[in-house]
């Protein structure tokens, strides 16, 4: 017999860490962008770090741009 199954939705642990460096794509996850969600934000100012082919923000700076931009219809 089937174990039964859990209707509860299991929200991943999106919590951002200001003291820890995010990889793009995992930054984009946890947030829930796409690949354009991710390049608007690079254009509305997020700063980024890139080195080599890969991109990478800092904790604190991910919060600083979502309390900058919190509210705001673009």
């Not at 299991?10 to 796409?34: F, K, N, Q």
Request: cysteine-free; glycine content about 8%.
């Amino acid at each position: 017999m089937p174990a039964p199954s859990d209707s509860r939705r299991t929200i991943p642990d999106t919590a951002i860490d200001p003291a820890r460096l995010y990889r793009s794509d995992e930054l984009a996850a946890r947030m829930g962008w796409r690949p354009s969600g991710w390049r608007a934000a690079r254009r509305a100012g997020l700063k980024a770090l890139r080195y080599g082919k890969r991109w990478f923000v800092k904790g604190a700076d991910l919060i600083e741009f979502v309390e900058e931009h919190a509210g705001r219809d673009e």
